[in-house]
């Protein structure tokens, strides 16, 4: 009988070593993958995220209080402006010009008052003397009356002397209305007492001239970086009311996230965010989650779809999530940025 080769067998359990840890190692690798990807599930299955997020900021449009020829513009596009800077001015001249008629209406009610003071003292000057007329022609009519009976006089004399005494006493009944028309001509009402209507009227007239003069000068309400001033030139009539410049506030900046009506059962208010952008990509910055919409985007669309109908197809709807950067990001948040949100629904 033959003896064994031991290099052979050597050769033969080395072979036999190889073939069983590469079948160890096939099968090793389709487990460590899915245990891998069951870690990994396990590990992110409380995470939601969507990529259909925006940056958004608080755009504020400008618009000149008064209308009128723009004569000077203080700023250019993308110009960053502190609350209360001058972006561009409108004539004055018109304003101005308004104030001094105002001016010159309070002047006019101003002598139209010492008109009628003077008016009402005259008034009085001339009830007294109405009043002595009466006294006297009373006398001479029963002065007339005595001497009638006595036969002493005609009746001519006595009918004169009843008139005269008649004239006086509609004289006196005159002057006490002319006293009373000019006392009700310098009257006041409750809502501004002691001062003439007339003349608190252009009091009023000024004051609004004065503010619309002050309105001519348009200041920044908020600070922020200056958008859309081409629409300022120079020589330009700018209407009451019409956008002129558009101010975005660049200090206070949100995300908001659209996310699938899917991932909604466990989101809540106060949960923490992580935030990336497409801009930055090396920028991560922390949120959290300030409010969820009320209404999915197609609600409030302007044309809402309209499901009542025989090719209905049922599709996800979008609920916009309003997340807040809680941290300072390090490089500027620009309206509109792309971003990436990933939120961790398990605190």
């Keep these: 009988m033959a003896e064994a080769d031991p290099k052979i067998d050597a050769v033969t359990t080395k072979t036999k070593s190889r073939r069983f840890g590469r079948l160890a190692l096939m099968a090793s690798v389709p487990l460590v993958l899915v245990g891998g990807a069951t870690a990994y599930y396990i590990a992110n299955d409380h995470y939601v995220s969507t990529d259909n997020a925006y ?29 209360g800077d001058l972006l561009f001015r409108i004539d004055p001249e018109p304003y ?20 009628l003071e003077t008016e009402f003292q005259t008034t009085g000057i001339d009830i007294d003397s109405a009043r002595e007329d009466v006294a006297f022609y009373e006398k001479e009519y029963q002065r007339q009356s005595t001497l009638m009976q006595a036969g002493f006089t005609t009746r001519a004399r006595l009918q004169a002397a ?6 006086a006493r509609s004289r006196v009944a005159s002057a006490q209305a002319g006293a009373t028309k000019a006392r009700a001509a310098l009257a006041t009402g409750s809502a501004a007492p002691g001062v003439n209507p007339a003349i608190k009227a252009g009091q009023a007239q000024r004051d609004q001239a004065m503010l619309n003069l002050s309105r001519t000068e348009v200041r920044a309400p908020v600070a922020g970086i200056v ?31 659209n996310f699938k009506e899917t991932d909604l059962a466990h989101m809540r208010v106060g949960q923490p965010a992580e ?40 599709v996800t709807q979008r609920v916009p999530v309003r997340i807040s950067i809680t941290d300072k990001p390090k490089r500027a948040m620009i309206a509109g940025l792309s971003a990436h949100v990933r939120i961790d629904t398990n605190k």
């Design 275 to 314: 935030i990336t952008f497409d801009a930055y990509p090396d920028l991560k910055v922390r949120g959290k989650v300030s409010s969820i919409g009320a209404g999915t985007g197609s609600e409030f669309s302007v044309l809402p779809a309209q499901n009542a109908n025989g090719n209905w197809v049922k």
């Design 55 to 83: 940056v958004q900021q608080d755009k504020v449009s400008i618009s000149a209080e008064v209308g009128g020829r723009i004569i000077d513009v203080a700023v250019r596009e993308n110009d960053v402006v502190n609350e």
């Design 162 to 167: 009843e008139h005269a005494l008649f004239n």
């Design 96 to 115: 101005r010009i308004a104030i001094e008629q105002a001016n010159a209406a309070i002047a006019a009610a101003q002598v139209r008052v010492s008109a």
């Design 227 to 257: 958008s859309q001033a081409d629409r300022l030139q120079p020589g330009q009539m700018m209407v009451q009311g019409l956008p002129g410049v558009t101010i975005v506030a660049s200090n206070k900046s949100w995300i908001e996230a």
